[in-house]
Structure formats: structure tokens, C-alpha cells
């Protein structure tokens, strides 16, 4: 079984351009996680997909967006980039809204921001 | 909101030896989940093991113990025999039980294991 893919692997930007990240969940997941680890911080929730509706929004500007398509994979939009926006953005994905199913995490896009 | 708190950024073990990683959380919850994940170099997190509040008994996944205090807010992860692949940052992690609840992490604990 194919796990969470996501891509790019590295992304850079420069400040004030806009980034989107991908990820695909594995089959049959229909929720979909973003989350932020910047150096130091340990990991911010981002976001939370699922059946294509946003239902869960961390503490982050409304310049961080996202969406999630019929086939259930998802894109991170981030605008307006900003030096500290550089980090390691990772992907989960999971069967769905209970909180017993255990999140799978993909490898991450490390977005650097010059 | 919930926090959670690893007091340890870094700690380290020999190989075969066992080590103890601390964490503690504040919740006003009375039925959440308690993860740990471990994220090695190659970065991919994965789930070593879940505890859900409302169950008393430990739970165990081979060499991965927890220790689950509920009043004292303390869920500790055990390694026995440690081993070299071992090595990685060890994220303790929270869940409410219901509603749309999602993972609060803390800021992790760096193991390293030695020959």
C-alpha cells in the first residue's frame, strides 16, 4: 500500500511569492492535515480536510489556505511569504473524522524561504 | 486548550539499554488519546504507540511501554533494548476524543542511541 506522498521535496521561494504544497493520502483516507514543524517549534496544526470540507483551522494567518479535491488529495497555499514561514511542512492523512484512527504522515516539503 | 510538554530536548541510551521519555499535558478532558510518534532522520513520522484515557492498562507495543498516570497528567514512554534504529525525535501528542479534534504536539525529545 502506497503511503502519504507529497511533493515537492524542496521548494524555494522568496519573500512575498506565493508556494503550494501537494499530498496525496493513502487509499480510502478521507481526511487530510497540515502541519507546520519550523525549527524549534515542534509541530503546529495547520489545517484539517475532510470530505473536501475544511473542519478544523489552526492559529495561523488566513494567508496559510488549502483545499482538498475530489480524489481526496489536498494543496497548502501559503502567500505572502514571509522569512519565518520557512519550515518543514508535513502531511497526514487518515480513514476519517474519528479520533481513534491514527494519522500517517508523509516525508514533508521543506519550503525555504531566501 | 491543551498543552504538552516534554521536559527532555535530548537524551541519550546504549544500545540494549532502556530509557524513560517524559511527558506531560494539561486538559480540562476527561476522555482524549495519548500518542507518541517518532520521526526519524529520514524524517517520516511514524505512530509508535496510543494510549486511550479511559483505559487503565498500559498499553505495550513489543519493546514501546507507556506509563499512563491520568491524575498526575504524565504519560512517559518506556524502550527497552534499545536499539541503534532507534534514534529519532520522539513526539508526545494529544487528542479530544470527540468533536473535531485534532493532534496537539509537543516539542519533542531527541533520542540518540550509541553503540
Known amino acids: 500500500e502506497a503511503g502519504v506522498t507529497q511533493s515537492p521535496t524542496h521548494l524555494i521561494k522568496t519573500r512575498g511569492q506565493q508556494a503550494t504544497l501537494r499530498c496525496s493520502p493513502i487509499?480510502?483516507?478521507?481526511?487530510v492535515y497540515w502541519y507546520q514543524q519550523a525549527l524549534g517549534l515542534g509541530l503546529q496544526f495547520l489545517l484539517w480536510?475532510?470530505?473536501?470540507?475544511?473542519?478544523n483551522r489552526g492559529n495561523f494567518p488566513p494567508r496559510f489556505s488549502g483545499r482538498q479535491f475530489p480524489n481526496y488529495s489536498s494543496e497548502l497555499n501559503v502567500n505572502a511569504l514571509e522569512l519565518e514561514d520557512s519550515a518543514l511542512y508535513l502531511c497526514?492523512?487518515?480513514?476519517?473524522?474519528?479520533?481513534?484512527?491514527?494519522?500517517?504522515f508523509g516525508d514533508g516539503t521543506r519550503l525555504s524561504i531566501l | 486548550a491543551q498543552t504538552v510538554t516534554q521536559s527532555q530536548p535530548e537524551m541519550s541510551v546504549q544500545e540494549a539499554e532502556t530509557v524513560t521519555l517524559s511527558c506531560t499535558y494539561d486538559?480540562?478532558?476527561?476522555?482524549?488519546?495519548l500518542f507518541w510518534y517518532k520521526q526519524p532522520p529520514s524524517r517520516q513520522m511514524i505512530l509508535v504507540i496510543r494510549?486511550?484515557?479511559?483505559?487503565?492498562q498500559n498499553a505495550t507495543e513489543n519493546r514501546f511501554s507507556v506509563n499512563f498516570q491520568k491524575a498526575a497528567k504524565s504519560f512517559s514512554l518506556k524502550i527497552s533494548d534499545s536499539q541503534l534504529g532507534d534514534t529519532a525525535m520522539y513526539f508526545c501528542a494529544f487528542m479530544k476524543h470527540e468533536g473535531y479534534s485534532t493532534l496537539t504536539f509537543g516539542k519533542g525529545t531527541m533520542l540518540l542511541v550509541s553503540p
Open positions: 494510549q486511550e484515557a479511559y483505559k487503565q
Open positions: 486538559t480540562s478532558e476527561n476522555n482524549y488519546y
Open positions: 480536510y475532510d470530505e473536501g470540507e475544511e473542519r
Open positions: 487509499s480510502g483516507h478521507t481526511s
Open positions: 497526514a492523512s487518515s480513514l476519517g473524522l474519528r479520533a481513534n484512527q491514527p494519522q500517517h
